[in-house]
């Protein structure tokens, strides 16, 4: 199973176009610091790929992967679907960008499918521009993504984008915010992709015991980051992010996980471990972990 890291950054990117917080401003300074919206593309054979979300910068992710360019036919392209972690928008807007796309299949849980056709409607928008197939995940049921590949969804939260209201769904289930385990049929390789995580439970744990490669996220380094920095108000927490620091951090019980590769993605402009020079980053490093970035490769 491959694995090719397509960006790790938070909504927004890094630098966020409207942001002047530290980081961004080094960013700006320093180009090759930037890193795109959290993204990674999965193959068992190294010709069909699946990309895991669709972000508002797939079209330059897909450029600058080789491995996803079109061809050998003038509208062929290696990429089979797109397996979706929630219904955010740094998640989903890309499915706009996709468009030309004829032979598309979108996966997501069932309040994911219903946001992106009542409350976000890209089903509709798409509809006069390309042939897409919509496939229901559940938890806990794993499915075959091809001959080799094999992924199982496991519920991380139930947050809803705050685009969506609870009268505009028809459907009552709080599965808005998946992980995926997923498992090369043949090698029997492991990999776990958790973009989004609230909290460190048992069940997180138990879903990351055997796994070979594990990303994990790492969008705030401490739960009062937006405030401490003058980003925001609103705590990681109660945005769906448990911290990477302290005692009850991400960091800590990712060390200490047998997986040969701990790597962070979705990681806010904020978060001081975007930056290499940063006593944060070293911290992290040394505990083992990496921190994602657009070019890394995995092979499971």
Known sequence: MLIHCLGAAAGGGYPQWNCACAGCVKARAKPEAATAHA???????????????????????IAADPALHPGPGIRETP???VVLTDAEFDHTIGLLMLREESSLTVYGTDPVLEALTSCFPVRALLGDYADLAWSRVGIGEPLDLDDRLRVTPFQTGSKAPRYV??????????????GYRLEDKLTGGTAVYAPTLPRWDEKFAHQLASADCVFVDGTFWTDDEMSSTGAGSRTGRSMGHMPVSGAEGSARALAALPAKRKIYTHINNTNPILDEASAERQRVTELGIEIGRAGLEVEV
């Open 39 to 61: 993204g990674i593309a999965v193959s068992g054979d190294g010709e069909k790929w699946l990309l895991f979300n669709a972000t508002p910068d797939v079209h330059h992710q």
């Open 79 to 81: 990429i089979a679907g």
């Open 165 to 178: 209201g609870a009268s505009q769904l028809r459907t009552s289930s709080s599965e808005w915010e998946v």
